[in-house]
């Protein structure tokens, strides 16, 4: 166990991401299709190839999660995953043609002191089709946090955003791992404090291990929006190894939102598009279809708590006058 | 402010229990029809007359939201709040008729030692019918917690549970309130102790001013379910003065239930049916229609997180051998 969400045997990730645009490309490729469902709550989503997620829809699995910055010009994005794994046979088969399903969910960045003409009508090609590509390509057990990949344009309102994962196990020994592009309107952190929201569900110090504030003072239940209506959204994918259908995966993307719920304040807003996907890669089946699935449920929103936390402690401040802190930055002394 | 769901202008709540049965009703009266919608996030729900809520559904407006005990038993509650309300002219007029809007919902609270014959093939009619007209007769700007109402017979895996509620007022002036009957499927407390995950939003000692616990031991997070599939469900209903439409109520809804999240550990599970509904009695408009929207989302997460807290900490335990214990009775001592 490495606490990441590749973890859960059947699942690599890949990032790129183009540093003068401030903005990225991150890549879940499953080994075989997976078993895959969504769940939509915040009010602002961007998204692609998602409805055929629902659990009445025809198509049952899908060979990689694209998470992308970019905003909408991003969701070009799952077209340059699809060209790579068409070379590579993959895909849905009709007839002698085979169509890779890649769902998809961008986040926005485009504010962030990177150079974005295509979004300023400066005409041009946004870079994430071509991010997507060298993403997947990259694609491995191992893969960057913090400012990577989807992430690296991330924000919140109080500190550099980023990539996060985390991983755990049931008491029958089923993996669930998430990962997170942290971009949420409000914090991740308590008030002006180093604390994470998501402190009590921490494991073995894996942002800081600070624990939580035994007393949260009012001025820090003060809400906190970042500006800009659209400029946010927080985009998750959990994953199992347990065989689940599209219906339990469903209610596993609505139950790991809890873990969004309890690492940042607010999620789920009209200003957001907060995210789930929920993927199995069927390798281990559950013996009972209710408790089972219940503790699978509970233990995604544990670590996309987690992955949250750790995405923003993770990160690196971008490189441009007025970015906003890094958490290492303001409190790295504080944590590890 | 009494930190009650009425201050909210425009609502009034009342309650009426069974202590034979072991279990009761909660009706939350609006002055004027309200505009409402609901989101369903848990995985067994029982609803009745929620679907005319969707934001694409003609009817605007409810004349009373119910809550109820007796799992789908109970969903006769809401016709007695109908004949009580038609015979005071309440209703959606179609030509001479009137059709009072009642909405409800239901908690499972079956197997909690009181006399149900009506569940258990021994016939004979529910009393939620009766209770509900009771309910709405008592219906008033002050209302009992804890065990009381549709809390009356409600449980959680580790204590009783119960009917609480909270206020809160946003920057600009707009009441939020909430109301809800906590029986949820996993715990309101952190492992075996009297702190609950709801205590970063506490405010003014209202569930005991313990705070939150500095670090979370491993343990304390290990799943724990009440037995029984289908035993459990948090039902809620969360109230602002401000105009809104349904679109906006059904987002301030699904929103709201990031409240549940915090509070509950797990919520959203295949074992509940929890759910919120949303209602704005319309007395203030809102001057910008996104950020003043998330501020009363925000808010009404927070509301519903402390009412969740507060009913659990007002609860009293039930009369029957091995009932489970209330808050007080176990750590009263160390709260208010």
Redesign the interface.
């Known amino acids: 166990m490495r606490n990441l969400i590749t973890d859960v045997p059947g699942i690599h990730v890949g990032n790129a991401h183009d540093p003068a645009a401030a903005s990225g490309v991150t890549v879940a490729l499953f080994e075989e299709p997976a078993v895959a469902s969504v769940a939509v ?1 915040g ?1 602002a989503p961007g998204v692609r190839d998602t409805a055929a997620l629902e659990p009445e829809m025809t198509v049952g699995a899908v060979d990689a999660i694209v998470f992308s910055g970019g905003s909408a010009f991003g969701l070009d994005a799952a077209g340059g995953v699809m060209s790579v794994l068409s070379m590579r046979g993959r895909g849905f088969a009709i007839g002698a043609a085979r169509v890779p399903i890649v769902p998809q969910a961008i986040l926005f960045d485009l504010n962030n002191g990177g150079l974005k003409p295509w979004a300023h009508g400066g005409g041009g090609e946004p870079p994430h089709r071509r991010l997507a590509a060298e993403a997947v390509a990259a694609a491995a057990p191992d893969f960057a946090l913090g400012t990577a990949g989807a992430g690296y344009g991330a924000t919140t309102a109080n500190l550099k955003g980023g990539l996060g994962t985390a991983s755990a196990v049931t ?1 029958k020994g089923h993996l669930v791992g998430a990962l997170v592009a942290v971009n949420a ?2 914090c991740t952190t ?1 008030g002006d404090g180093p604390h994470f ?1 998501a ?3 921490e ?1 073995d110090g894996e942002f800081g291990g600070l ?6 003072p ?1 001025s820090a ?3 906190r ?1 970042k500006g800009g ?1 659209g400029a946010n959204t927080t985009i998750a994918l959990v994953a199992t190894d347990a065989i689940l259908d599209k219906r ?1 995966a469903k ?1 596993l993307a ?2 790991a ?2 873990g ?3 690492a940042l ?7 957001d598009g907060d995210i789930v996907f929920a993927a199995a890669t069927g390798r281990r089946p559950i013996s009972d279809p ?2 089972d ?3 699978l ?3 995604a ?2 670590v996309l708590a987690r992955a949250c936390a750790r995405g923003v402690y993770e990160a690196t401040a971008l490189p441009f006058p007025g970015a906003l802190p890094a958490w290492k930055d303001r409190f790295g002394h504080r944590g590890g």
């Open positions: 709550l009010g008491r309107v409000g308590v929201w402190a009590p569900y494991r624990g939580a504030p035994r007393h949260v009012a239940l003060v809400p929006f209506p339990q209610r609505l139950s939102h809890d969004l719920a309890r304040r607010p999620a789920h807003a009209p200003l209710i408790y699935l219940a503790e449920c509970l233990l929103a544990d």
